[in-house]
Nanobody
């Protein structure tokens, strides 16, 4: 099993920045692929960003490309999401997810482990 714990959410003004963290513990060899997803009220869970342990490749959802940056510290088993130029529409619960080899890294259904989520609220 893998345990994921997010932190860093909160209330921020539009145009501001927030950094989320996700600490992984347990069978961390199963966290080769780690990603961030978000879910706003009444909406389906949305892909935000993903990073691959081997090689460090990253991919982003269209709505956050150029504003968010995903990174990981493998020595600390910690995943990060730097969120800049925040917009009101970025308001959501942000979830950290991990899997060893998801068939579709941008699809939340293919992830095995999830954190409890952290709320990010962007005010206008």
């Amino acid at each position: 099993q893998v345990q994921l714990v997010e932190s860093g959410g909160g209330l921020v003004q539009a145009g501001g920045s927030v950094r989320l963290s996700c600490a992984a513990s347990g069978r961390t060899f199963s966290t080769d692929v780690m990603g961030w997803f978000r879910q706003a009220p009444g909406k389906e869970r949305e892909f935000v960003a993903v990073i691959i342990r081997s090689g460090g490749s990253t991919y982003y959802g269209d709505s956050v490309l150029g504003r968010f940056a995903i990174s990981r510290d493998n020595a600390k088993n910690t995943l990060y999401l730097q969120m800049n130029s925040l917009k009101v529409e970025d308001t959501a619960v942000y979830y950290c997810a991990a899997s060893r080899t998801p068939a579709r890294p941008t699809n939340f259904r293919d992830y095995d482990y999830w954190g409890q989520g952290t709320q990010v609220t962007v005010s206008s």
